[in-house]
């Protein structure tokens, strides 16, 4: 079944210990992406990656890292986590980032992380 | 960057038919229009897409108009199990993977 996988999908730490949040994807999607979700704000960009080993910066990188060291994985990356990082976190793939097809984004099914 | 702009809310009953109307801020010649739903708790998946005048599938109707400032997502006959929000957003033509989501747009059907 194609499919976007986060883990864990729930998750309780506390300040300044770091935590990795992983994404998978088996569909041989060259875009993925890391969203944050928080009441009244919609969704909010992250980071994305358009290939192997590209990333850039999205609306609200602060305060996060990712890789993306092979095609079907993403990892997000809090070093330091601190409260406000507190939210629902998204990650989405598509075939290519831009038009002419293949831009339909699949979501994940979120990880609530609450940082104490 | 592009920028949506569309109602925050939206009431409807059920069997009626609902449309949500995007505003596009400097769509660009190639950039297509994408809308996505979202329940609780979940990811949000695909609607509809489409560049101009009109696309309909299984679930929905886009209308674009001719100049592209706007587009209209048009969801037949709602039911309780539509009520999620709602997610407009145009990209596509300037090579660059930042993809700017607006707030959407909260469609709560009543019986």
């Known amino acids: 079944e194609a499919q976007v996988t986060q883990n864990p999908r729930y998750l309780i730490t506390v300040t300044g210990k770091k935590l990795t949040v992983t994404c998978s994807q088996n569909?041989?999607?060259?875009?993925m992406s890391w969203y944050r979700q928080d009441p009244g704000l919609g969704l909010r960009q992250i980071y994305y990656s358009m290939n192997v080993e590209v990333t850039d910066k999205g609306d609200v990188p602060e305060g996060y890292k990712v890789s993306r060291k092979e095609k079907r994985n993403f990892p997000l990356i809090l070093e330091s986590p601190s409260p406000n990082q507190t939210s629902l976190y998204f990650c989405?793939?598509?075939?290519?980032?831009?038009?002419?097809?293949?831009?339909?984004?699949?979501f994940g099914p979120g990880t609530r992380l609450t940082v104490l | 960057l592009a920028k949506t702009t569309q109602p925050i809310s939206m009431d409807s009953y059920e069997g009626q038919e609902v449309n949500i109307t995007c505003s596009h801020n400097?769509?660009?010649?190639?950039?297509?229009i994408t809308w996505y739903q979202q329940f609780p708790s979940q990811g949000p998946r695909f609607i509809i897409q489409?560049?101009?005048t009109k696309v309909t599938n299984e679930v929905a109707s886009l209308f674009i108009p001719a100049d592209r400032k706007s587009s209209t997502l048009s969801l037949p006959r709602v039911s309780l199990s539509d009520t999620a929000v709602y997610y407009c957003?145009?990209?596509?033509?300037?090579?660059?993977?930042?993809?700017?989501f607006g707030q959407g747009t909260t469609l709560q059907v009543k019986p």
């Open positions: 957003l145009q990209h596509g033509s300037s090579n660059t993977g930042k993809l700017i």
């Open positions: 569909m041989n999607h060259e875009y």
């Open positions: 400097n769509i660009a010649t190639n950039d297509y």
């Open positions: 489409g560049y101009k």
């Open positions: 989405a793939s598509s075939l290519k980032a831009w038009a002419s097809g293949g831009t339909t984004q699949y």
